[in-house]
């Protein structure tokens, strides 16, 4: 039997924006637990719409292998994406504290190599949630990704120099706004 109901209990998947690439992952083995995070649907709803409402031919038809290596292919992606930028926003804490340290100790050369590094780390993060953006994830944009962050932030710190409590004081705050992000800048669909 296949229709849009069962027991007059209308079918969530039917009705769903998603329902071709759900029923091309149900075809092809992807894990229900996997296609239930991506397109927000229940995983027993899905169970029911492959057993219900999709014949064996139908299912035969979405079978393509090439198409099933995709899939997994992107989510793989995805998951080395989410490692590499979680690193990416460690490795920005870590080097802001290194810049400045060496503001701190007026060490002109080792500073201005932080701050290359700094420049790379965000050029790197920024290209990275580009290509998280075309996926399946939905991204928060968070201020401390901006370019201009960086620059204010520098600029910021230079002028507090004759007042060091001051400059102290305004680091502590800035470099405790960076070291959580690691949690919050990747929030999950
Ligand atoms: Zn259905």
């Known amino acids: 039997m296949t229709g849009e109901s069962t027991h007059g209990r209308r079918c969530t998947i039917c009705a769903h924006a998603d329902r071709a690439p759900i029923e091309l992952g149900l075809a092809n083995n992807v894990p229900v637990r996997m296609l239930a995070k991506r397109h927000g649907i229940s995983k027993e709803a899905a169970f029911r719409h492959r057993k219900n409402h999709m014949p064996t031919q139908l299912l035969a038809k979405l079978k393509t292998r090439g198409r099933s290596t995709e899939i997994d292919l992107e989510q793989l992606r995805i998951t080395e994406s989410e490692g590499l930028l979680q690193h990416l926003v460690a490795q920005r804490a870590r080097l802001y504290c290194l810049a400045d340290d ?26 990275l949630l580009g290509d998280l953006q075309t996926g399946n994830q939905t991204i928060t944009q968070n201020i401390l990704i901006a370019p201009q962050y960086h620059t204010m932030r520098t600029e910021m710190i230079r002028a507090l120099r004759p007042y060091p409590d001051a400059q102290r004081a305004v680091v502590a705050v800035l470099q405790a706004m960076e070291a959580p992000a690691i949690q919050g800048e990747v929030a999950h669909a």
């Open 102 to 127: 060496a503001e701190d100790l007026k060490d002109i050369g080792n500073a201005a190599r932080v701050h290359g590094q700094l420049t790379r780390n965000l050029e790197l993060t920024g290209k």
